[in-house]
Structure formats: structure tokens, C-alpha cells
């Protein structure tokens, strides 16, 4: 069958898998079919940093995705060799060294990279709007963002250029993108994915998965991708049986809590309150307990500690790219806020970051009390619609306490849980009334049990399906 970019578009990435596995279309028809979406959406999306010209392998490509054409963020998983660059200008043209594990399973997955996506610069930001690149759209609507800091992964996912994206998620980086752009993110547990041949990053908050648009795309990443290498910090067994072998067992009887207060105390957006209140109703009707109630986080000492852990990676990694780069790290190569952060950053003491850490250890003991009560916390993704683009102002210099609180009206749901290390996954299960913007709904589940997670994920994408669902933004949109 001749396969038309229209066509391409209508699969996830088994569909495609498939179609090849039974020859009935070539890798070289996908790969075909992907980058002429590219070229055709990508000057309204902004969201390929670098589209490769060549594919490396691609027809002897093996593996249960083989074939399928995938995007790599420009932060973290490049082939060495190629470019990656962090989203900033300081990295302009520098290369990547070293293959970790995880590229090496998307590799040996049989899946095809086509290009790189943009990120925010240096991964800070819950946006993706660069001096380096400029601003990435949402594929619902130019006029917004595709959050961060994975935001050209979801932005190609949700308009139909590839069906799945690598991305990371130090604080939501993953799920923030998902919700803009009406796909599925999920963070997993912390140690599922191996970070080999380095350590943790962000002290074990940072996580690397990917998007895609169905559940079963997830379960069946996490069955290619997870493990463990040897002098992993926090190796995790994988389960008895796989993520996707178990994904059609509907859960049934679980004790559900849902947030509806924001974690930060921030007033919700009320079409996202209603959209909560809506995936509560529906798990009820599924048979499942449920019960509004929510942590206690001491916001402010967590979100000081977190940022000034986050400000001292982030002056870490700008010190590493200037070395390489032989640039200065000053603002002739990074944007004034991410100089502000990274300065910040370059200047803490041990002192800090060991009384970061106690507030870490608080808020992971408090959660692991919280979940001795319920199997499942459902929040929402964000507690704002999708950011305009250029509510991110680029020419502050915020202290780091100062810049993430900013954004807390829209973020504060997700870093918990890179501090904890559970699964979470954001879910594109509701829009707004006119049906024009998506908006994600959260489930976070208990450490290490991602299993059930994915069960009732799948159970609430039967009983509430986003399949039919495009943006105007999209391949069958733009190129029917």
C-alpha cells in the first residue's frame, strides 16, 4: 500500500510498526511520510531544532518498532556526533560525545531519529521560547505555547510528525508539554529508565521517556526502555510481566484521592477545575473510590530547595558548555534570566544544597504516608490553560525562588513528584468548553507501580477516548 502522510498520521507507533512488520509499507514510506510533515508543519509549529539529512541505518533498522520515525530533544539523548546544542546560543554547533543507555534502547528499538526538537534553554524553563530558536507553538494554537522544557517533542507529536518523541522531565518537563499540546506524557519511576553511563540528574528528579498520543505507545516504551546497568544509583526490577501485557486488565475497586487545590495555593483556571471534577465523576461511574483530598507540601521551603538545586545544576552545565565551547557563560551566549539562575547557581555552598536535601527527604516521607491511603492521585496536569506565548519574559534576572514561584499558578502539581520519584502521567483526557485548547488530567501512583498507572490510563482512554481529537495544527489538517 502506497501510505500518504494523511494516512501516516492516523497510526500510533505499533499501528506503523505493524504495517511494516507485515511488509505492507517500507521504513523508507514512513520516513518519507515524516519528514514531509516536517517541512510542511514545522515553519508554523517552530518545533525541529534540526531536521538530519541523513538516517542512519534506517533500512536495515530491527526491533518491535522498526521503521517508525522518532524525534530526539536536544538536550541529552543525541547521537554522538550530531549536534546538540541545549536550546542556547553557548552550545551553538557543539557535538554530542557519549551514547547513553537509552539512546542505545531507542536505537536497537528499531525506531528512526529524524531530527532534534527544541527545548527551553538549558532545560530551566516550563516554556520553550529561546534567543536560540525562538518560540514553540502548541498545534491547538499558534498564539500559545507548547510548555517545556520538551516542547518541540510534543508539539511534533500532537501535530502528527512523528507518533513519538524522546523527552526529559526534571520538573514536569515531560507531562507540562503534554498537557499544552493534547498528548501523553508520562514521568516514570525514578531508576525505570537507566541513566548510564552518567549519574542522576538534578539529584534523581530528572527522568527520560517519551511522548506519544496512545497508552498502549507508553506501555510498550517503558517495556523497550526500562532496566537497570550495572552502578545505576537506584536500580529498579523490572516487573513479572510487561507494562503492555497487562494494560487491557482494567483495574477495578481502587481507593482514587484527587487533588483540587493547587499544591502552591494558587486559584485554578475554572475550566481546569472543571475537567478535574469531570475525571472524577467518570472514575466513580468506572466503579472506583473517590475521594477529594490532596498532600500537605510545605510549598515554600519546597519550592526554595528545589530551585536552588535546580539553579546549581543548571551553573554546572553552563560551566561544562563554556568549556567545551570555548564561549564566555555571560549574556552575549545565554538569555539574562538563565544568567541570572546559572550565577546563582555557581555561587551556593554544600551547606545549601545538604538543607535542600532534608526538605527533600521531609516531602518523600510525607508522600509515602499519603499513599498508605489510596492507590491513585489524580490531579490536574497544569492549573492554568496552555501559557500565551511571551508570558516568559527572557530579560528578567529572577533569583531562582523567585522565577519558579512565577510560574506556580501553572507548574505546581508536578515537581513533587520528581522529588519523590513516582510514576506520573499526564493524560489528554479533556479540552475547554469550546473544545479548543487540552487540557491534562495527572495520575501518580505509587513507587515503582507504573503497571497500574498504565492499566487505568488505558481504562479512562476507552472510557473517554482523544483519538478523534486534532488540532488544527496537524497533518490531516495541513496536509489533506
Not at 514553540?136 to 507518533?163: E, F, L, M, Q, Y
Not at 496512545?214 to 537497570?228: E, K, M, N, Q
Request: glycine share 10%; aromatic share 6%; charged share 20%.
Amino acid at each position: 500500500m502506497a501510505l500518504s502522510p494523511v494516512e501516516y498520521a492516523r497510526y500510533d507507533a505499533i499501528g506503523l510498526a505493524d504495517l511494516v512488520a507485515r511488509k505492507e509499507v517500507a521504513p523508507a514510506e514512513l520516513l518519507a511520510c515524516a519528514l514531509d510533515a516536517a517541512e510542511a508543519l514545522n515553519p508554523e509549529l517552530n518545533a525541529l531544532a534540526e531536521v538530519y539529512d541523513d538516517r542512519r541505518g534506517f533500512e536495515s533498522a530491527g526491533g518491535r518498532l522498526s521503521g517508525v520515525p522518532t524525534l530526539l530533544k536536544d538536550i541529552g539523548h543525541i547521537e554522538p556526533g550530531r549536534v546538540i546544542e541545549f536550546g542556547s546560543r553557548l552550545a551553538r554547533g557543539n557535538r554530542a560525545e557519549t551514547a547513553t543507555r537509552f539512546l542505545g534502547s531507542i536505537l536497537s528499538s528499531g525506531m528512526v531519529p529524524i531530527g532534534r526538537t527544541t527545548s527551553s534553554e538549558l532545560a530551566i524553563a516550563g516554556i520553550t521560547e529561546t534567543a536560540a530558536f525562538g518560540p514553540t507553538c502548541s498545534p491547538w494554537d499558534k498564539t500559545r505555547s507548547s510548555g517545556g522544557s520538551s516542547g518541540g517533542a510534543g508539539s511534533a507529536v500532537g501535530a502528527g510528525i512523528v507518533p513519538i518523541a524522546q523527552g526529559s522531565d526534571g520538573g514536569g518537563s515531560i507531562r507540562i508539554p503534554a498537557s499544552c499540546c493534547g498528548v501523553v506524557g508520562l514521568k516514570p519511576t525514578r531508576g525505570r529508565i537507566s541513566p548510564a553511563p552518567y549519574g542522576h540528574a538534578l539529584a534523581g528528579f530528572a527522568a527520560s521517556f517519551v511522548l506519544t498520543r496512545t497508552v498502549r505507545d507508553t506501555a510498550l516504551a517503558l517495556d523497550l526502555f526500562s532496566g537497570s546497568a550495572p552502578g545505576d544509583p537506584t536500580p529498579l526490577a523490572r516487573p513479572g510481566s510487561g507494562f503492555l501485557d497487562q494494560l487491557e486488565d482494567a483495574p477495578e475497586g481502587l481507593r482514587i484521592a484527587i487533588a483540587m487545590d493547587s499544591f502552591s495555593g494558587h486559584h485554578l483556571d475554572p475550566q481546569v477545575v472543571r475537567a478535574a471534577r469531570q475525571t472524577a465523576e467518570l472514575l466513580m461511574e468506572m466503579g472506583h473510590k473517590v475521594e477529594i483530598r490532596q498532600p500537605r507540601l510545605p510549598w515554600e521551603p519546597f519550592l526554595r530547595a528545589m530551585s536552588l538545586m535546580w539553579a546549581a545544576d543548571a551553573g554546572r552545565l553552563a560551566n561544562l558548555l563554556g568549556e567545551r565551547t570555548g564561549r564566555p557563560v555571560d549574556e552575549t551566549t545565554l538569555e539574562r534570566q538563565t544568567l541570572a539562575i546559572c550565577r546563582e547557581g555557581m555561587a551556593l555552598s554544600a551547606d545549601d544544597l545538604l538543607q535542600a536535601d532534608e526538605t527533600f527527604n521531609a516531602v518523600n516521607r510525607g508522600m509515602a504516608d499519603f499513599f498508605d491511603d489510596c492507590d491513585i492521585l489524580v490531579t490536574p496536569t497544569l492549573g492554568q490553560l496552555p501559557p500565551p506565548i511571551g508570558r516568559y519574559n527572557p530579560d528578567e534576572e529572577l533569583d531562582s525562588v523567585s522565577f519558579f514561584g512565577s510560574w506556580a499558578d501553572v507548574e505546581s502539581f508536578l515537581p513533587l513528584f520528581n522529588c519523590t520519584g513516582q510514576p506520573a502521567i499526564s493524560l489528554p483526557l479533556a479540552t475547554t468548553q469550546d473544545g479548543k485548547l487540552p487540557i491534562g488530567i495527572q495520575l501518580v501512583g505509587s513507587y515503582g507501580d507504573e503497571a497500574l498507572v498504565l492499566r487505568l490510563a488505558r481504562a479512562l482512554e476507552v472510557a473517554a477516548p482523544w483519538s478523534g481529537r486534532t488540532p488544527p495544527i496537524h497533518v490531516s489538517e495541513r496536509m489533506g
